[in-house]
Structures are given as structure tokens and as C-alpha cells.
């Protein structure tokens, strides 16, 4: 089974279990022998088809003239010199390039995945905005940045959020059918709990993310404490607008029972002083939810970080709001890879 655009071999990462028993029925071999190999490859995370011991030889060589394992090459892991954050560069079949990020954090190990090469959404503030939109990525290929990570790291990834390159809802089937594979009890057995998909308002989707009662969570990039400002850092907003994005999220809260994150990257100027708090916290209102400041990772152009007074200043406003507050203080900033800060040539 050979891609017919272009007679590329079919990567095995990304294929689910009934896929998998397909393809090994077509081959002449028993149903159960999918199950195998759908473990070796999820739960053991090898690097080569021939390292199934348990799978027979005929079987193992069938796939292997149709199949490659990995969709994924690692070009390259820079880890930071001042905490335990890694980046990974990785090409695709196709040749383009995509950013990983892996960030400790007391018992945390949380694998930030890129869901497109690019993003269309245009972020004013964001560099992989500035890469442009060049494709989305296959289920195989962000599943594959979990396998390929979790073989290089010492520790078991505990957490996993669709924070990367991209906009994932904007590539949502692929999106879900990755979360799918990474929760699957058969595989990876990552909880529903500690699996996140970000977006930056993609109404229509979070709509249909919450009709569909998807056990993961949620976080909505807000930036903001009103459309008007929302609309000159993210064009998005004039697509969907932020009265339109609230009740999406209350929906999702309605169906799910669990709040949703939202999400505001502190920009000197911009949005952060006491008025822009005090509007924030009047647009939350008794939304049930969780509010994550972010302080902003500078990438060289017009935006700047607040000073710290000024984020404690900010931060001062909402001490006795009626939803939970964290802070997110960026990791990995020495190479580039904290938020909004992952981009390639």
C-alpha cells in the first residue's frame, strides 16, 4: 500500500487498531496480529518494523515493502542550558519542518505538539504566524512527535497539550484522530485528563468539540478584555466573534462538565494594565473556567514583555475573581521555545 500521489511508502505510526486489522487481513494473516503490532508500536515505541519479536517474519516483511514505521526524522534536539526544556526539529515525508517541545516541571513532563507546518491564523504577536499556512499534519505525524520523544527522554511524558505549530482545530479530524490514538487504553493509554487542545477561537469547532462530548481538555487563546483590542492582535476575531466564542465555551463547559482554560498572553501596552484586568475580569464574569496568564515571550518585533511590577500589578486585580488563576511562566525561552515562539525556515 503505497501513497498514489507520490509512491511513498504508508508510515504505520498513525494507523488505528481496525486500520491495522485491516491491513493485516489483506495480508493473509489472523485478525490478532494487528493488536501486536498495533502495541509495538504505541507502547513500545520502536524505532524499526523488525523489531516486532512476536510478529512472524512473512508478516513483518510484507509490511515492510508498503510501510515505513515513522512519518518522522529528527534533524535535530537542542536542549536548554538553564532548565530541563528540550526542542526537537523534525521533517516530514515531504521535506517541510516542524518544532517539538518537551518542558519538566516538578512531576510534570509535558510534550507541547505541533498540529500544522505554519499557521493561518496570523497571530500579530506569534512567530509561527509569520511562517505562513503550508499544510496540516496526518494523525501519523503528530502522534509520531509523542513516540519519538518519549524514546529519547528518560522520564515518561505525563502530560500532553496541542500547543504548537498551528491551529488545531483548523486541522481538527486529524487533531481528534491523533488524541484518539495517544488516549487509546490498546497503546500510548495517555488519560483524557492530561491531554489539552488549544485554539485560538475556531467557533464552529469548539461547538462541535463539545456536541461530540470529546473527553479532552480545552484551552481558547482570549489575549484580550474586549473584540476591539482582541481584533488588532488576532484578525481572527472578525470571523468569530468573541460574544460568539464565550458561549462556545460555555457550551463545551455545559456538555463536559469541566471548565475550560482560558488563555491571555500579557503584551506590554496592549493588554496588560488595571483596566484591561478590571475588563477582563467583567467579560469572564461566572463563566466557569480557569484564567492562564502568560507573560509574553518576546520574538524581535514591535511587542514586548511587561516588566515584572507590571505583571504583579496586573496579577494584583484578579486575587478575588470567581474563577481559578495561574500564571505560565514560559520554559525554554534560551532556545526559542516557549510560547508562540516555534518557527522554521
Same mark, same amino acid.
Given at each position: 500500500m503505497k501513497n498514489a500521489r507520490n509512491g511513498e511508502k504508508v508510515p504505520v505510526v498513525g494507523q488505528s487498531l481496525e486500520k491495522l486489522e485491516?491491513?493485516?487481513?489483506e495480508m493473509g494473516f489472523p485478525r490478532f496480529r494487528a493488536k501486536q503490532v498495533f502495541q509495538w508500536i504505541y507502547q513500545h515505541h520502536i524505532e524499526k518494523i523488525d523489531e516486532m519479536s512476536n510478529v512472524p517474519k512473512a508478516l513483518l516483511a510484507k509490511l515492510s515493502e508498503t510501510h515505513i514505521l515513522h512519518p518522522l526524522s529528527l534533524k535535530l534536539h537542542t536542549p536548554s542550558e538553564l532548565e530541563p526544556t528540550e526542542k526537537f526539529l523534525f521533517t516530514v515525508q515531504s521535506g517541510e519542518k516542524i518544532e517539538t517541545v518537551i #518542558?519538566? +516541571?516538578?512531576?510534570? %513532563?509535558?510534550i507541547c505538539l505541533s498540529t500544522q507546518i505554519g499557521c493561518a491564523v496570523d497571530c500579530d504577536f506569534c512567530a509561527t504566524a509569520k511562517m505562513g499556512f503550508q499544510k496540516n499534519l496526518s494523525a501519523g505525524e503528530i502522534v509520531d512527535q509523542f513516540i519519538q520523544v518519549q524514546r529519547r527522554t528518560t522520564l515518561p511524558i505525563t502530560n500532553i497539550v496541542f500547543m504548537g505549530m498551528g491551529e488545531p482545530f483548523l486541522n481538527y479530524k486529524n487533531v481528534i484522530l491523533a488524541a484518539d490514538l495517544l488516549n487509546h487504553s490498546e497503546g500510548i493509554g495517555m488519560g483524557a485528563r492530561r491531554i489539552t487542545i488549544s485554539t485560538a477561537g475556531i467557533v464552529p469547532k469548539i461547538k462541535q468539540f463539545a456536541e461530540e462530548k470529546h473527553k479532552y481538555k480545552l484551552a481558547i487563546s482570549l489575549n484580550a478584555p474586549n473584540e476591539s483590542r482582541r481584533e488588532t492582535i488576532m484578525p481572527i476575531t472578525k470571523t468569530h466573534r468573541l460574544n +460568539? /466564542? #464565550? =458561549?462556545?465555551? %460555555? /457550551?463545551?463547559? =455545559?456538555?463536559?462538565g469541566r471548565f475550560p482554560t482560558f488563555e491571555y498572553v500579557l503584551l506590554a501596552g496592549i493588554n496588560d494594565s488595571l483596566k484591561d484586568a478590571n475588563q477582563l475580569i467583567q467579560l469572564i464574569g461566572r463563566q466557569p473556567c480557569k484564567l492562564n496568564v502568560i507573560p509574553y515571550n518576546e520574538i524581535g518585533g514591535k511587542y514586548e514583555r511587561p516588566s515584572e511590577d507590571e505583571i504583579k500589578s496586573f496579577l494584583s486585580q484578579l486575587k478575588n475573581v470567581p474563577f481559578q488563576v495561574t500564571v505560565r511562566w514560559s520554559r525554554g525561552t534560551d532556545i526559542k521555545a516557549g510560547c508562540g515562539q516555534l518557527a522554521v525556515d
Open positions: 485491516s491491513i493485516v487481513k #518542558m519538566k +516541571d516538578g512531576k510534570r %513532563n509535558t +460568539d /466564542l #464565550m =458561549e462556545a465555551a %460555555n /457550551l463545551y463547559y =455545559e456538555s463536559s
